[in-house]
C-alpha cells in the first residue's frame, strides 16, 4: 500500500508563490507516474503537471506552462509542484495521485490512471 500526503497548501496575494509537497510512504519504488491535479470549487478535477519520477521528464497543463514547476527529491520520495506567479483562476484543492511504474504520458493526464491518492490541501489566490 502507499500513501501520499501533501502539504504547503495556503492563501496567498496574486502574483506570489507557493510550494506543495507530495510525500510518498509504503510500498513505493523510487520510479512511478505522479500527477498534481486541482480542482476548482464547484469544477471538475483536472491534471495541470505531471512527472515520471524514473527520469524526472515533467510535462504541464497549458494554463500552468512557464509559471509551475515539478521537481523531486527521490531520498525523500517527495515530489514538489513550485507555483510562481500565482492567479485567482489556480485556486482550488490540490492533490497528488501516483501509480507505480511509468505510463504513457497520454493517460498520465486521466485521473483514472492512478491507484494512489492523497488527501488534497487548498490552495487560495486572492
Known amino acids: 500500500h502507499v500513501q501520499l500526503v501533501e502539504s504547503g497548501g495556503g492563501s496567498v496575494q496574486a502574483g506570489g508563490s507557493l510550494r506543495l509537497s507530495c510525500a510518498a510512504s509504503?510500498?513505493?519504488?523510487?520510479?512511478?507516474?505522479l500527477g498534481w491535479f486541482r480542482q476548482p470549487p464547484g469544477k471538475e478535477r483536472e491534471a495541470v503537471a505531471l512527472?515520471?519520477?524514473?527520469?524526472?521528464?515533467?510535462n504541464y497543463g497549458p494554463s500552468v506552462q512557464g509559471r509551475f514547476t515539478v521537481s523531486k527529491d527521490n531520498a525523500k520520495n517527495t515530489v514538489y509542484l513550485q507555483m510562481n506567479s500565482l492567479k485567482p483562476e489556480d485556486t482550488g484543492v490540490y492533490f497528488c495521485?501516483?501509480?507505480?511504474?511509468?505510463?504513457?504520458?497520454?493517460?498520465?493526464?486521466?485521473?483514472?490512471?492512478?491507484?494512489?491518492w492523497g488527501q488534497g490541501t487548498q490552495v487560495t489566490v486572492s
Open positions: 495521485a501516483a501509480r507505480l511504474g511509468w505510463v504513457p504520458l497520454r493517460e498520465r493526464w486521466q485521473e483514472s490512471t492512478y491507484k494512489f
Open positions: 509504503g510500498y513505493i519504488s523510487s520510479s512511478y507516474s
Open positions: 512527472i515520471y519520477t524514473g527520469d524526472g521528464v515533467a
